[in-house]
Every structure is written in structure tokens, then in C-alpha cells.
């Protein structure tokens, strides 16, 4: 079977034990858990859990600011054969984001034999060399011992098959929060010593338009990924204080375009008398005032940006 380790308890750190801090990023399939486990290490919301591929576009960074180290979780957009201009533009950004960071954390769901996706992942993860690799088993809580067993031995013999070893292979299951903790202790002796790069109160680094304009992306997917699959881009284009209100009563206005390809996705994102759209709104002003801390008022407006995903110049206009 090789050299294979598998942790399940975590090791106390010595006392005066020395700082590090660095970059990870978590890759895998769609829907390998990539997101929710960013949020279960920083504790927060951070990065966008959506059930469909692709709504990851922008770098969300999440910080875990621990006291003998400070780890920062870059999402990649996920990895795939490109069919647009956007896609190749994807993968780039991809493929230099993994030469980039310190740690790359590969998601495989324990539910879901290693298929064709996964390999796919694997090859390109052996191509970048000097990287450590950790696999992560995620979702254990839905399978039973020997399952999980067979999927550790599975990841083992993938790494084998490729020519590479992983640096650790370690089960979690971020729902139950069962190990998140063991995978930062894992990840932080990989990193290089140093100081902390962000300031302690950091969650992520990505300007609040950047997340806000997310959000309202991903409240406008809810239900309608199937007719829309990812032919939605949201720009804020201003937030402002609203003049005249007392400093204990501030209120925000933002606002934003919600751009689609063609004019006949209009009537889905809107909805029968506006319907649809109002709830998107409702839903993201919620999300975006827990985000902010502060009360919103959200204008949103539905905007057509002709086939944007394969025109160089949109592309640039709304943000990629």
C-alpha cells in the first residue's frame, strides 16, 4: 500500500513554537465540499456554497488566524475543459494560482468513487511539482468505515498511479465539523515561517462589491440554474450612504446589474410581475446586511450584455 498516512488526532503544538503563515486553496469536483469547508475553518460565511458549478469566479479569500499560524484560503474557480473564451481564462488563473500558494488541499467527496473528474484534477495537480498536496476526504458523514477505507485506499493508489505522494490524506466532514480543526494543524506545519500577512479582524480580503455582488448572484441563481446556468453576472455599480440619516440609523444604497446573455432569459430572472426578482433582492439584501453589519436598501436592475462570456471586452467590463 506505500508509505500512506492517515491522521485522526491532532498533535499539541510545543510551546514557543515558531509563526507561519502562508496560502492554501482547495480544489476538486463541483459539489466536493470545497466551499463549505472553507467556512467551516474561518467560521464564517465566506465563501459562496452554491450547488452548481462555476459560481466561485472570483478569488474569495478566507483567513484562519490561529496563534502559531495565519492560513489564507484562496477559491479558485473549479477546474474543466473550456469551452468559451471565459473557460480558458478560468483554467489559466487556475493553473497559476496552484504554482502560487503553499498547500493545495484536493476535496473528494466519501461519498462518490473517483471518476473521470477527479483524475482529470489529479494529472494536472501532478504536473505542478515543487506544491505539496493534501487529499481531503470530505462529507465522511455520509458513509459507513469501510467505504471511507476504501476511498482513503482508492486516493492513496491515485497519488501512486500519477507519481506523486500526497503529503497527508485526512477525512473531514465539515457539516459535523468532525477534524476541520486536524486538517489546519496538517496544513500550518507546511507553511513558510513568518508574520501574519492580514490583520487579525480579517475574514477575507475581497473587496465588499466583489462579495456583495455574489451574493446577489447566487440568490439569482436559486431555482433557476437549469435555464441559466452560469449566463449571469452581477456588477454593483455604487454604494453610497444615504444622505440625511442620523449616524445611530445609517442605511446604504446599493446599486446593481444583474447582466444576462439574451433577452429571453429577462423574463426568467424576473419572474411573473416581478416576482422572482423581488425575492432575489429580499434574499440578498438579507445576506448582504449580515455581511455589512448594516441596514440596505438593494435597487437591482436586469441588464442584457449580449453573449458576454465569449467577448473579450465584456469580459473585462464585468470583472474577469
Known amino acids: ?24 486553496c482547495f480544489v476538486g469536483r463541483p459539489n466536493a465540499g470545497k466551499s463549505t469547508l472553507t467556512n467551516a475553518l474561518v467560521g464564517q460565511k465566506v ?10 469566479r472570483h478569488t474569495v479569500r478566507g483567513i484562519v488566524h490561529r496563534p502559531d499560524a495565519q492560513l489564507i484560503l484562496v477559491d479558485t474557480p473549479g477546474l474543466h475543459k473550456p469551452r468559451t ?20 488541499g484536493f476535496c473528494l467527496p466519501a461519498n462518490e468513487k473517483l471518476g473521470p473528474g477527479d483524475r ?17 476526504v470530505t462529507k465522511t458523514d455520509l458513509v459507513d468505515g469501510k467505504t471511507l477505507a ?7 493508489q491515485l497519488g501512486q498511479e500519477l507519481g506523486f505522494e500526497w503529503a497527508e490524506i485526512v477525512p473531514v466532514s465539515a457539516v459535523g465539523d468532525k477534524q476541520v480543526g486536524l486538517l489546519a494543524d496538517l496544513i500550518v506545519p507546511l507553511l513558510p515561517e513568518g508574520p501574519a500577512l492580514y490583520p487579525e479582524g480579517d475574514l477575507t480580503d475581497e473587496p465588499e462589491q466583489v462579495m456583495i455582488a455574489e ?7 436559486e431555482g433557476v440554474r437549469d435555464e441559466l446556468p452560469h449566463s449571469i453576472a452581477v456588477v454593483v ?7 440625511d440619516r442620523p449616524a445611530d440609523k445609517p442605511l446604504l444604497d446599493i446599486h446593481a446589474f444583474v447582466y ?36 440596505v436598501f438593494l435597487d437591482l436592475h436586469v441588464k442584457v450584455a449580449k453573449d458576454w462570456q465569449r467577448d473579450p471586452r465584456q469580459l473585462r467590463k464585468l470583472g474577469f
Open 120 to 136: 482529470f484534477i489529479a494529472k494536472e495537480l501532478a504536473s505542478i511539482k515543487k506544491t505539496p498536496k493534501i487529499a481531503i
Open 47 to 56: 465563501a459562496i456554497t452554491a450547488n452548481q458549478p462555476q459560481t466561485t
Open 215 to 221: 451574493l446577489i448572484r447566487e440568490a439569482a441563481l
Open 150 to 156: 476504501e476511498q482513503l485506499i482508492a486516493i492513496d
Open 1 to 24: 500500500m506505500g508509505a500512506m498516512s492517515v491522521r485522526t488526532q491532532s498533535s499539541e503544538e510545543p510551546a514557543g513554537a515558531v509563526h507561519r503563515a502562508g496560502f492554501a
Open 237 to 243: 455599480e455604487e454604494m453610497l450612504p444615504r444622505e
Open 260 to 295: 444576462i446573455e439574451r433577452p429571453s432569459q429577462k423574463g426568467i430572472i424576473i419572474g411573473p410581475k416581478g416576482k422572482r426578482l423581488k425575492e432575489v433582492g429580499i434574499k440578498s439584501r438579507k445576506q448582504i446586511e449580515a455581511l455589512l453589519g448594516t441596514p
Open 85 to 104: 473564451l471565459l473557460g480558458e481564462r478560468l483554467n489559466d488563473i487556475v493553473r497559476t494560482t496552484w504554482a502560487e500558494v503553499d498547500v493545495i
